[in-house]
């Protein structure tokens, strides 16, 4: 019999992983703070906690997928939240995309309980959770990460441990996604350039990507910027910005200039500002399409910035 696992967080990354666990034959626990979102799993045999304490005292293994630093430390800390409730030897297996000093600072809190944290944010979009094929960048105690595993195989199409520091899973996390951002940025400003030259945008896309690439990443993301596909998103833009302001801070600590990073950030805020924070993030493209003087997608997409 698999451990008794639980999830918390069941928005567009938890629900598929949950929903995959369950499939496998994991007894499942899910919370999520609203419960409706909860209902599809417990039909099907989840049972449902009341809280993250709940949920900790009733799995071994208890995976949090939260947007952030801010909601991942509400769902830990508190006399409903997930420490009280874990019992001694239970493990946190915390997949969401934060500051490597919240993870080393979650791990202590853990030690302290008696309790394990192992880090593992993944790469992949929702379609790619429901799919079983994230690719999990995993640190912490290599016991913890050993008792993880069979649910994390599940989940995944590879596992990448980086170390016993959590905070180095966090740190490789930031890494992939400024190379991802550094991308759309290019993409972006290429698509601005072929269009204002009177080139179809997706014809470039496939003649370059078939001569330079062969990326799919590329491919996938190009494509979703020709086509104009922001909603609905599989990342927003208001979680991108998020991260690059995550890799900033992290770059700011290491010493470490990153004048592109600070160049997606900028383009980012912008779009957020516009009220276009819920658009897939590949719609930073339309303001590198404005700033060339060619008509962004906004008004035909309702968003707010058309008004």
């Known amino acids: 019999m698999p451990d008794p696992v639980a999830v918390i967080g069941l928005g567009n990354m938890g629900l598929p992983i949950a929903a995959n666990l369950l499939a496998a034959g994991f007894p499942l626990v899910v919370y999520n703070r609203t419960e409706e979102r909860a209902r599809p799993l417990v039909t099907k045999g989840a049972a449902l906690a009341r809280s993250p304490a709940e949920a900790g005292g009733r799995a071994r293994i208890v995976f949090t997928m939260v947007a952030d630093d801010l909601a991942l430390d509400a769902v830990v800390g508190g006399e409903r939240g997930l420490l009280a409730g874990l019992?001694?030897?239970?493990?946190?297996?915390?997949?969401?995309?934060?500051?490597?000093?919240?993870?080393?600072?979650?791990?202590?809190?853990?030690?302290?309980?008696?309790?394990?944290?192992?880090?593992?944010?993944v790469f992949g979009r929702p379609e790619t959770a429901e799919q079983g094929k994230l690719y999990v960048i995993a640190a912490g105690p290599a016991a913890a990460l050993e008792a993880a595993r069979p649910a994390l195989q599940v989940l995944s199409?590879?596992?990448?441990?980086?170390?016993?520091?959590?905070?180095?899973a966090n740190l490789v996390k930031l890494?992939?996604?400024?190379?991802?951002?550094?991308?759309?940025?290019?993409?972006?400003?290429?698509?601005?350039?072929?269009?204002?030259?009177?080139?179809?945008?997706?014809?470039?896309?496939?003649?370059?990507?078939?001569?330079?690439?062969?990326?799919?990443?590329?491919?996938?993301n190009g494509e979703r910027m020709c086509r104009g596909a922001f909603r609905p998103a599989g990342f927003q833009?208001?979680?991108?910005?998020?991260?690059?302001?995550?890799?900033?801070?992290?770059?700011?600590?290491?010493?470490?200039?990153m004048p592109a990073a600070s160049l997606a950030h900028d383009h980012l805020l912008s779009a957020v500002a516009r009220g276009n924070g819920d658009l897939d993030w590949t719609a930073v493209s339309e303001v590198l399409r404005e700033a060339a003087g060619l008509t962004p997608a906004w008004a035909r997409l309702g968003s707010p910035s058309a008004t």
């Open 87 to 121: 019992t001694p030897g239970g493990i946190h297996v915390g997949m969401s995309t934060v500051e490597p000093a919240t993870s080393r600072r979650l791990a202590d809190a853990h030690r302290a309980h008696g309790s394990h944290y192992v880090a593992a944010p």
């Open 157 to 168: 199409r590879g596992i990448a441990h980086v170390g016993d520091d959590p905070g180095q």
């Open 175 to 220: 890494t992939g996604n400024f190379l991802l951002l550094v991308m759309l940025e290019a993409l972006g400003e290429a698509f601005a350039f072929v269009e204002k030259a009177g080139l179809d945008r997706l014809a470039v896309l496939d003649t370059l990507n078939g001569a330079l690439f062969t990326s799919p990443v590329y491919h996938a």
């Open 237 to 257: 833009m208001a979680l991108g910005l998020k991260d690059v302001r995550l890799i900033l801070r992290t770059a700011d600590r290491l010493g470490v200039p």
